[in-house]
């Protein structure tokens, strides 16, 4: 499997282990701090070659597996305003960020809220174009891992093993997403193909089974959906550390997130999120 071919046939765990160079860079500590410097102060100078590789590894990783991982690229200590100035800076020939929320946040903290990192996240997509996600810090405990699926890898495996369910996930699907952004309404395929000829996905199983027009039929191709995203040449587990940015182009790329018990004060876990789209 070859970067040149795997946005045609999608990719699997496996394939994603052995060839971590096609979607994962370390940015060593002396750019790190050229990045840093450079993008606090909104402008390039000593620190413009690490950016511009950077920048390159990221279209790349982008177009050929549909998510790109950045180890080390800032660093965790500085002030989630720092953070956002820079994280913007860096990114911003590769897309804005879109408001995530009714309150028109463009920059969130991701952290456990009662609880409710001990539930894992299913798959599913957001409503953007890229999910950027930039880890400040990690689960103690070893969870809260983030799960990836190809879509095209998931569709091919059901167009050959179930393609009556193939043909309902091309159909219009209703996702029903009210909630606190009020009133949203979403009616898309949860398969389809894109103009690029590549296989783009849609999906959140929670809205989409709130919708009241599921029939028998309609409840077993979710069913079977959620077994194949589930199998394990489908579903890769990555772990971000302090400084890591993911970035996940949803209409390629389904994701998740394991379970993960917190714990209080600052090594509670934190994730630093913005909903963005290409420019």
């Not at 045609?8 to 370390?26: H, K, M, N, P, Q």
């Not at 193939?166 to 009210?178: N, P, Q, S, Y």
Request: hydrophobic content about 40%.
């Amino acid at each position: 499997m070859t970067g040149t071919t795997i946005g045609d046939i999608g990719w699997t765990s496996e394939y994603l282990e052995s060839a971590r160079d096609v979607w994962s860079l370390t940015v060593g500590d002396a750019d790190r701090r050229l990045l840093e410097a450079d993008s606090l102060a909104e402008r390039w100078g000593a620190g413009e070659q690490a950016y511009t590789a950077v920048r390159s590894f990221i279209g790349r990783s982008l177009d050929t597996v549909g998510f790109v991982n950045v180890r080390n690229v800032l660093s965790p200590e500085a002030s989630d305003a720092d953070l956002i100035t820079q994280l913007s800076f860096v990114l911003r020939e590769v897309a804005a960020p879109i408001p995530q929320n009714a309150q028109g946040d463009l920059w969130t903290i991701l952290r456990d809220r009662d609880g409710d990192g001990a539930t894992e996240l299913g798959f599913h997509c957001d409503t953007c174009d890229l999910l950027v996600l930039l880890c400040l810090q990690p689960a103690v405990d070893g969870g809260g891992n983030t799960k990836l699926a190809s879509a095209r890898h998931v569709h091919d495996i059901i167009e050959r093993e179930r393609p009556d369910v193939l043909a309902l996930l091309k159909e219009e699907w209703t996702f029903d997403r009210t909630g606190r952004a009020g009133q949203q309404i979403l009616t898309t395929p949860i398969l389809f193909t894109q103009e690029d000829g590549t296989i783009g996905c849609y999906y959140q199983t929670r809205t989409v089974r709130a919708s009241a027009d599921l029939d028998a039929d309609r409840l077993a191709a979710l069913d079977f959906l959620d077994e194949v995203l589930y199998r394990p040449e489908i579903a890769f587990g990555m772990r971000l550390g302090a400084g890591d940015l993911l970035m996940i182009r949803n209409s390629r790329v389904l994701h998740g997130r394991s379970p993960y018990v917190d714990v209080p004060g600052p090594q509670a876990r934190r994730i630093l999120r913005a909903w963005m789209n290409e420019r």
